[in-house]
């Protein structure tokens, strides 16, 4: 179920939106119904930092795609450490995006013009599919995951065709030739899961 709790954002005090095909928001003026859906657009159309991203998973990633890379025909490899290393840095890297586009949005120079007067911070707890992501707003912007369903046994196995990242059922094949770009796009489609339908997922 997909749902965004804030609390003491704007005029809001506390409010939960519940995300279906169709959802209305429906009130009298000024009640702070246009910025809470300025929020939800924010939160279904900004993707991670990339540079963020990089910054926190490069050295396992590094080491994973080596790793990979010397597997002989038919051999597999747990990947279980680098998609934990991957689901771990994405709130600061997500937060990263999110504070410089709602600055945009709402044209304000500090977060902290977010929160409700008289409140030191506000909150924001996103929940996905399979994960649930606290976003605090103060002078800048932290998140954290409050819950998050790791997978497990992910893993990589070398073909004559390329390299397969296998879960469960399901099998990916990426080309032999970016083994690091695999890795990152398997990450990207695991974390498109847990927050589904806040983060698209690759193609």
Same mark, same amino acid.
């Given at each position: 179920?997909?749902?965004?709790?804030?609390?003491?954002?704007?005029?809001?005090?506390?409010?939960?939106?519940?995300?279906?095909?169709?959802?209305?928001?429906?009130?009298?003026?000024?009640?702070?119904?246009?910025?809470?859906?300025?929020?939800?657009?924010?939160?279904?159309?900004?993707?991670?930092?990339?540079?963020?991203?990089?910054?926190?998973?490069?050295?396992?990633?590094?080491?994973?795609?080596?790793?990979?890379?010397?597997?002989?025909?038919?051999?597999? *490899?747990?990947? =279980?450490?680098? #998609?934990?290393?991957?689901?771990?840095?994405? &709130?600061? $890297?997500?937060?990263?995006?999110? !504070?410089?586009?709602?600055?945009?949005?709402?044209?304000?120079?500090?977060?902290?013009?977010?929160?409700?007067?008289?409140?030191?911070?506000?909150?924001?707890?996103?929940?996905?599919?399979?994960?649930?992501?606290?976003?605090?707003?103060?002078?800048?912007?932290?998140?954290?995951?409050?819950?998050?369903?790791?997978?497990?046994?992910?893993?990589?196995?070398?073909?004559?065709?390329?390299?397969?990242? *296998?879960?469960? =059922?399901?099998? #990916?094949?990426?080309?032999?030739?970016?083994? &690091?770009? $695999?890795?990152?796009?398997?990450? !990207?489609?695991?974390?498109?899961?847990?927050?589904?339908?806040?983060?698209?997922?690759?193609?």
């Amino acid at each position: 179920m997909a749902r965004v709790t804030v609390v003491d954002f704007g005029p809001l005090g506390r409010a939960t939106v519940t995300l279906r095909p169709l959802t209305m928001v429906i009130g009298q003026n000024s009640l702070g119904k246009s910025m809470l859906l300025y929020l939800l657009w924010a939160l279904t159309a900004t993707p991670p930092d990339t540079n963020v991203l990089l910054e926190r998973v490069g050295g396992v990633l590094k080491e994973y795609a080596g790793r990979v890379q010397e597997l002989p025909v038919g051999a597999e *490899l747990s990947l =279980d450490g680098f #998609i934990n290393t991957f689901i771990d840095a994405f &709130p600061a $890297a997500w937060s990263s995006s999110l !504070a410089k586009e709602l600055q945009r949005m709402y044209g304000v120079s500090s977060l902290r013009e977010l929160v409700r007067e008289g409140r030191e911070h506000a909150r924001a707890v996103v929940e996905g599919d399979g994960a649930r992501l606290v976003l605090e707003l103060g002078e800048g912007l932290e998140a954290r995951w409050d819950s998050v369903e790791r997978p497990r046994w992910v893993r990589a196995r070398v073909t004559t065709r390329g390299v397969e990242i *296998l879960h469960g =059922d399901e099998v #990916i094949t990426y080309a032999p030739s970016d083994v &690091p770009g $695999a890795l990152l796009g398997y990450g !990207a489609r695991v974390v498109a899961r847990l927050m589904r339908p806040f983060i698209t997922p690759p193609p």
